[in-house]
């Protein structure tokens, strides 16, 4: 046997490697953030659609959004608060009572109803007359449409509109002096936003742009003729204040007129004094025959026949008057 064998190994004089601490070998722990919940949707993102609907061309063209069957009591739900009911009117014109029964059993479920009416008949005056009584008195929105990709248009509005915002639609209202003033200046149709920059830089303010004449205002850059000439005119004519006419419907046979406040202006005076004439021409008729009656006995014959013709010059004033009064 090997003596060297035998011998034990050398230990070895090197200091063992200190213990690694904890804060080198664990990492660092990462601060996750909190998942947030999503909020909750009342109403599908589909359009639902009623079985009773099976077949309608009008499901062949909605394809802008995703829809699908469902037992509901209205046609269509396009929102969480909103619904729609399809009408043809030859349907309606077989049917006339299927659209009542189909608007009881919406009941109060939904916000905003509508009522889609395809115009699919020539005639189809006196139905939608009704339609639009009918939808008055239940609370209903009634759209008429007169094809299928319209009416499926529609419905693909009213389900892609349902969380916009009114902002979307509400105009944008000028929240500084310089914003209101250059929505002023660009009234008129062919003055633009530069248009109004310009004009009020090379002017100083409003006044002095609005009493400016037009050689002054040709002057400033980008106003040409048209320009020049549409803004003195906005700015110089008059207000005019047009008081709504009354229409009224024309009347086939009219009465004759009467009153004297019905008849024209210019001939109410005429009328006035005429009718004043024939009254003091009637008392004093009547005056002369009770006159001529008491006295009669007593008066002379010349003077009965100058009486008598005092009375026919009367009576002929008041012919010619009645005459003068029916033309």
Not at 71 to 85: F, K
Not at 180 to 186: A, G, M, N
Request: hydrophobic share 35%.
């Amino acid at each position: 046997m090997d003596p060297t064998t035998s011998q034990e190994p050398e230990k070895s004089t090197e200091a063992p490697n200190p213990r690694p601490s904890s804060t080198s070998t664990q990492p660092t722990k990462v601060q996750q953030p909190k998942p947030q919940a999503l909020p909750n949707r009342n109403a599908p993102s589909a359009v639902l659609v009623s079985t009773r609907q099976r077949g309608n061309p009008i499901l062949n063209h909605i394809k802008l959004v995703p829809w699908e069957y469902a037992d509901i009591p209205a046609d269509y739900v396009v929102g969480s608060t909103t619904c729609a009911l399809f009408l043809s009117l030859k349907y309606h014109r077989l049917h006339p009572e299927y659209i009542y029964s189909r608007i009881r059993l919406l009941a109060g479920k939904y916000n905003l109803r509508i009522l889609l009416v395809m115009v699919d008949i020539p005639n189809h005056e006196d139905s939608l007359k009704e339609l639009s009584k009918t939808s008055i008195i239940n609370n209903l929105t009634l759209i008429l449409c007169w094809s299928a990709p319209e009416a499926a248009h529609y419905l693909e509005l009213f389900k892609s509109s349902e969380n916009a915002q009114p902002t979307a639609i509400r105009s944008q209202q000028a929240q500084s002096y310089q914003e209101s003033l250059i929505e002023f200046v660009t009234v008129p149709r062919s003055i633009n936003k530069s248009d109004a920059a310009s004009l009020i830089s090379n002017f100083g303010s409003l006044q002095a742009a609005v009493n400016a004449q037009p050689e002054q205002i040709s002057m400033v850059p980008g106003w040409g003729e048209k320009k020049v000439r549409q803004w003195c005119g906005a700015v110089r004519e008059g207000f005019r204040v047009e008081k709504a006419k009354r229409q009224t419907a024309p009347v086939r046979n009219p009465p004759p007129v009467t009153s004297a406040a019905a008849r024209p202006p210019e001939r109410q005076e005429e009328q006035g004094e005429e009718e004043a004439m024939l009254l003091a021409a009637q008392e004093a008729s009547i005056r002369e025959a009770e006159r001529r009656d008491i006295e009669s006995s007593e008066v002379p014959n010349s003077q009965r026949q100058e009486e008598e013709g005092v009375s026919e010059g009367i009576a002929a004033a008041l012919a010619k008057l009645r005459e003068k009064d029916g033309s």
